[in-house]
């Protein structure tokens, strides 16, 4: 069973920083995708951004030049460096991991990390 551990996240100032990492439990061999998903309350959850096991990265556009996605794939990690953060990214932040085994996808999910922007 594929376990995703997220660590990193707290209560930070307008225009502070914090940085998310997702630990997964084994190295997954195919080609796959990594991201970080968001939910506020009352909202959908939504792709905040994505990297594949290649290195190709995708931003939502709300966090395009203030987020930075990034992948260790021998320590099996994920990071999210969160930067110049607004009361907006108040959120639920969950890991992602997306896979082919065979002909069945893949979606793991972690259990999520508080991120509060607030003064």
């Known amino acids: 069973q594929v376990q995703l551990v997220e660590s990193g996240g707290g209560l930070v100032q307008p225009g502070g920083s914090l940085r998310l990492s997702c630990a997964v439990s084994?190295?997954?061999?195919?080609?796959?995708?990594m991201g970080w998903y968001r939910q506020a309350p009352g909202k959908q959850r939504e792709l905040v951004a994505a990297?594949?096991?290649?290195?190709?990265?995708n931003y939502a556009d709300s966090v395009k030049g203030r987020f930075t996605i990034s992948r260790d794939n021998d320590k099996n990690t994920v990071s999210l460096q969160m930067n110049t953060l607004i009361p907006e990214d108040t959120a639920v932040y969950y890991c992602?991991?997306?896979?082919?085994?065979?002909?069945?996808?893949?979606?793991?999910w972690g259990q999520g990390t508080q991120v509060t922007v607030a003064s």
């Open positions: 990297i594949t096991s290649g290195g190709s990265t």
């Open positions: 992602n991991l997306k896979y082919s085994l065979g002909w069945t996808s893949k979606d793991h």
């Open positions: 084994r190295t997954i061999f195919s080609a796959n995708t």
